[in-house]
């Protein structure tokens, strides 16, 4: 897909944005408002997103907006109230407290960050402190996990509501979608955030996500990088699509 200038123009605002040392959640306003520009031809194909890592529900108008029934996923407990206050007033919207890996009823721990939590993860951080120093972890909780798959069942989860899986778990990714093997068999649409470099210790990156989802028919339609650090590598939000 070809940026437009828009898009070009914003990239170099956030550039400023790191270079001035300003706060990563400025950051965040911006990408939200270009990438759900940049979604939008996308919406009218979805029913219903599954949404892991919620955080507060940043993108619950949007998803009002487009008439999506959605599924918030929030591990962490303080972080789950005030995503369930922020979506009262939408009905098609339900929010559930897990942490969601590739293995069920194991215990881990979830770093907190001091970015609203915004980038937590229960992976130690690596190269991300490179491209966002101003971010670190301030406090750990330990939880149990659960797997996507074990929780659209125990939930009861009509997936035929629900055709878009939305990760945005700092690191995860691929514990969760190993976990995942029925739902991404009945997906349309996976959208992720996905670094090309160690962003957290052990993560998984941007090709791992790729090779792995080709196996359920799911192809790599969108690219967009929004971050950028000479001689580390780039974060990008990535679509995929059921061919």
């Known amino acids: 897909m070809k940026l437009n200038h828009n898009y070009k123009t914003i990239q170099k605002i956030l550039s400023i944005i790191k270079r001035d040392g300003l ?26 997103v599954i949404h892991i890592g919620a955080n507060t529900g940043q993108e619950r108008d949007t998803y009002n907006q487009n008439s999506l029934n959605v599924i918030w996923i929030e591990p962490i407990p303080y972080i789950f109230e005030e995503l369930k206050s922020n979506i009262s007033n939408y009905p098609k919207q339900k929010a559930y407290n897990y942490l969601i890996t590739d293995i069920d009823n194991n215990e881990y721990e979830l770093k907190i960050a001091n970015n609203n939590g915004e980038s937590s993860s229960i992976l130690d951080l690596g190269q991300h402190l490179s491209i966002y120093p101003e971010v670190y972890y301030t406090n750990i ?7 996507l798959d074990s929780f659209i069942m125990n939930e009861n989860i009509n997936l035929s509501q629900y055709n878009t899986l939305v ?27 996905a670094a090309d ?15 792995y989802l080709s196996n359920f028919s799911l192809k790599l339609i969108l690219k967009i990088k929004f971050a950028h650090r000479k001689n580390i590598g ?6 995929y699509k059921k061919i």
């Open 23 to 48: 706060f990563f959640s400025i950051e965040r306003k911006f990408l939200n408002k270009i990438k759900n520009r940049i979604l939008k031809k996308y919406y009218r194909n979805m029913t219903g």
């Open 141 to 147: 909780i330990r939880l149990k996990s659960i797997t």
């Open 167 to 193: 990760l945005d778990t700092q690191g995860s990714e691929m514990l969760i979608l190993n976990g995942s093997k029925d739902l991404l068999n009945n997906i349309t649409y996976v959208v992720t955030e």
């Open 197 to 211: 470099f160690e962003a957290y210790l052990g993560c998984c990156k941007l090709d791992e996500i790729t090779n």
């Open 234 to 239: 780039n974060y990008f939000n990535v679509v």
